[in-house]
């Protein structure tokens, strides 16, 4: 017989390195003389698309579009030091420090557009739609190309470098309190899974993920992020172990050590709240890590609320469920 | 705040060269004139190298080179401690590199490794981390810590006496998690040569190019201005490139032959040249009241950081952090404990410790909802952290923590299906 249940799991993650480890990011800007610009960043573009990420902020401070920048990372003979692509810290902490970067290239930008427009504060100066000029008067703005080369003929350049170091204290060692991380993220998932009580295969029907994201800088990458989380989460939950016999893998291939493939995934709903953390770039926070989380304890959840059996081991393999089913009816029979 | 193109749905930059498959992966990156580098792996999980024989190798036409531990001017590397050694002397799990043939053709370098003749004194085991956390245990790493526990983290917070007293109901269990690989599609793989300036260049797949230039400058002592390490598209990380691989490997090869090497691995090597994720056993105890708030949490976690210590502070001090779950528990009493043992070595991957224990607290939230007679839906809603919320670690929650409105927006995707034959 194939039983349905639903599951709920909630889970929260503290992003960056922790524990006061210094957890520090750079960044260089240069604004060139045809109103492009290019980012160098040593953050490592694993594919979860922070190059695509750090175009959009510099984009958005200097009234560009994203294809305007050049986002180059990566390399230690071109690029600074941005810590590593992991610990759910790039688009938070990198993301800072190119914000950061982007306006200060900006602000000198600003000081000298205020002089060209007889404006005696750079506040009066906007960037907007590839032009640079008075805010509030569209008569008076030029592209945003002459005005850079204009300046350079002058012997003035926009060029940056800036870094942003997270917070973060480490906690006490006999007690452990502290705080260890900022900021945290949170999310819960529901997850619809079938039962074969015969065969003891668990398929999962359908996953809805919400996450908080503070701000979604790119929604179609966190519902990428969300996807590829939820799929991970998955394979963790149902299908994935390495077996060992004396420290020997004895399935070091991907037709012994079972990954989710197409046919394992289900229809996911991604949806995102956004409640902007304020120490993030434009309110946001990550979600790398925190889109795996909540999955495992959803379909274990579903699980029980499908056939009414605890499992506490994962993966949840075939054998472990009937196992499960069999205690279970045992207990009844007796 | 008002944005145009932050929060817009621009597409990727990378999109078009994967989709068309243009996009260089380490992979496809070779040059003329290139060696290609095999290593071979310990098959036991402990021992002692005795000797390494590698005239037979050598005898092979086309085999330019064999490199072991001697051959690395300073042999160590790890994130937290440098303690993995390049090309070991000393083995601590299947599959730690003992040597490396360089040669001029893929086949002729894999054929030459089977010819490398290593012969080991084989020490005892343990690979159960309970077992290994016994004092009188063999120590795997006795410069580093006097037995196998490499790390203890606990946390105290309000009092259990108190808290026990306060519960209507307490729900104990054991939770128990597994190793897993990152299986990451692409295979680690480098190009490292030496370029015209004399430079050491490595081109590869990583999480942070800035560490691996660090560590290769390291053991082979150079400085970080002569060494340049170049990420080339990465085919999924996960935390599986976060420690080093081959890159130092392939870099003590091409500094020693003067050539440009190629290394890749085959997908068993690359089980066995990166970290897993830590399993655990968790033993829980959580009380609440009959009303669903909780009151007392007690849990111990053991996690098996195999043979090197990689990130497993960190990943252990991670999991007792975010072991109460996002919610508010008043009296909690966790320990956390990292161990070594002569499993494959855990380190970095997506979650980092709090992947485990999410298994366990969301479990007990059920059992306990269950238990009480409540939704799973309304335990949680009356114990989450919100803004000015305290967690286990005394840490106050001053902004941002909107997991009522996710759950809210979660809420209408719970009513339980039907039944099908």
Not at chain 1, 110 to 123: D, G, H, I, N
Not at chain 1, 200 to 210: D, R, S, T
Not at chain 1, 237 to 249: T, Y
């Amino acid at each position: 017989m194939k039983k349905r249940g639903i599951g709920l799991g909630c889970s929260w993650y503290g992003t960056g390195y922790g524990n006061g480890f210094p957890d520090v990011s750079s960044a260089f800007v240069e604004i060139h003389d045809d109103g492009s610009a290019t980012v160098l960043t040593g953050a490592v573009d694993v594919g979860q698309g922070s190059n695509s990420i750090f175009a959009q902020i510099v984009a958005e401070e200097l009234g560009l579009e994203a294809q305007d920048i050049c986002v180059y990372s990566g390399d230690t003979d071109a690029t600074p030091d941005s810590g590593t692509t992991a610990a759910t810290r790039q688009t938070y902490n990198t993301g800072n420090a190119v914000l950061k970067a982007v306006r200060q290239a900006k602000s000198s930008l600003l000081v000298y557009a205020a002089r060209e427009f007889s404006c005696p504060t750079p506040e009066g100066i906007e960037l907007k739609e590839g032009y640079i000029g008075v805010k509030g008067d569209p008569s008076r703005r030029v592209p945003l190309a002459d005005l850079v080369f204009q300046a350079r003929l002058r012997g003035e350049r926009f060029i940056s470098a800036e870094s942003s170091t997270a917070r973060s204290t480490p906690v006490d060692p006999e007690t452990g309190q502290g705080a260890p991380y900022w900021p945290y993220s949170f999310g819960c998932q529901s997850a619809e899974v079938e039962v074969d009580t015969e065969t003891g295969v668990v398929q999962v029907l359908k996953v809805v993920a919400v996450h908080d994201v503070g701000k979604a800088l790119n929604p179609t990458q966190v519902e990428g992020q969300i996807a590829g989380g939820v799929t991970q989460g998955i394979g963790y939950a149902l299908l994935e172990e390495l077996e060992l016999d004396e420290g020997k893998i004895k399935n070091p291939a991907f037709s012994s050590y079972l990954i989710p493939t197409a046919l394992d995934v289900p229809n996911i709903e991604a949806f995102f709240v956004e409640d902007a953390e304020s120490t993030g770039p434009f309110g946001a926070k990550g979600l790398g890590e925190p889109a795996m989380l909540p999955t495992v304890a959803a379909i274990i959840n579903a699980i029980d609320d499908a056939v009414g059996v605890r499992i506490t081991s994962i993966p949840a393999t075939p054998e472990k469920i009937l196992k499960a089913l069999a205690e279970k009816n045992g207990e009844v029979n007796r | 705040m008002k944005t145009s193109v932050v929060g817009s749905r621009v597409t990727r930059e990378d999109a078009w060269g994967k989709v068309f498959g243009q996009t260089k992966f380490p992979a496809d990156v070779n040059l003329p004139g290139q060696l290609y580098a095999v290593v071979i792996r310990s098959p036991h999980p402990h021992a002692r190298v005795l000797s390494i024989n590698s005239d037979y190798a050598l005898e092979m036409a086309g085999v330019v080179a064999v490199l072991s531990a001697k051959d690395v001017p300073h042999n160590a590397h790890g994130v937290l401690f440098r303690d993995q050694p390049v090309l070991a002397e000393y083995v601590r799990m299947v599959g730690d590199p003992v040597a490396v043939v360089g040669a001029e053709t893929e086949e002729i370098a894999r054929e030459a490794a089977k010819r490398v003749q290593v012969e080991y004194e084989v020490l005892p085991t343990v690979f159960d981390p309970e077992e290994a956390m016994k004092p009188d245990v063999l120590p795997l790493h006795p410069s580093l810590r006097p037995t196998n526990v490499l790390y203890h983290m606990p946390i105290r917070r309000g009092s259990m006496e108190e808290g026990w007293a306060k519960a209507d109901v307490v729900i104990e269990k054991e939770y128990n998690t597994q190793h897993v690989d990152h299986a990451f599609l692409q295979p680690e793989a480098v190009l490292a040569y030496l370029d015209e300036r004399g430079h050491l260049v490595v081109q590869t797949a990583t999480q942070y190019a800035h560490y691996d230039r660090g560590e290769i400058a390291h053991a082979l002592g150079l400085r970080f201005s002569q060494v340049q390490v170049k990420t080339l598209a990465v085919g999924g990380a996960f935390g599986g490139r976060e420690d080093i691989s081959l890159q130092v490997i392939a870099a003590l090869m091409a500094w020693k032959t003067l050539r440009p090497v190629k290394m890749e691995n085959t997908r068993e090597e690359s089980f066995y040249s990166h970290s897993k994720r830590h399993p655990m056993r968790m033993q829980y105890k959580t009380g609440a009241t009959k009303d669903g708030k909780l009151v007392a949490m007690e849990a111990k976690i053991v996690g098996d950081s195999g043979a090197y210590a990689s990130w497993s502070i960190n990943v252990l001090r991670k999991a007792a952090v975010h072991a109460t779950g996002p919610y508010v528990i008043p009296n909690v009493s966790i320990d956390s404990y990292a161990v070594f043992t002569n499993n494959p070595f855990s380190g970095a991957m997506r979650g980092f410790g709090a992947a485990q224990t999410v298994l366990a607290y969301e479990s007990q939230m059920d059992l306990l909802a269950k238990e009480i007679g409540i939704s799973p839906l309304e335990i949680r809603l009356r114990n989450i952290f919100k803004v000015g919320s305290t967690t286990a670690t005394g840490q106050v929650l001053t902004s941002s923590v909107p997991l009522d409105q996710c759950l809210a927006k979660i809420t209408p995707y719970l009513q339980r299906g039907g039944e099908s034959e």
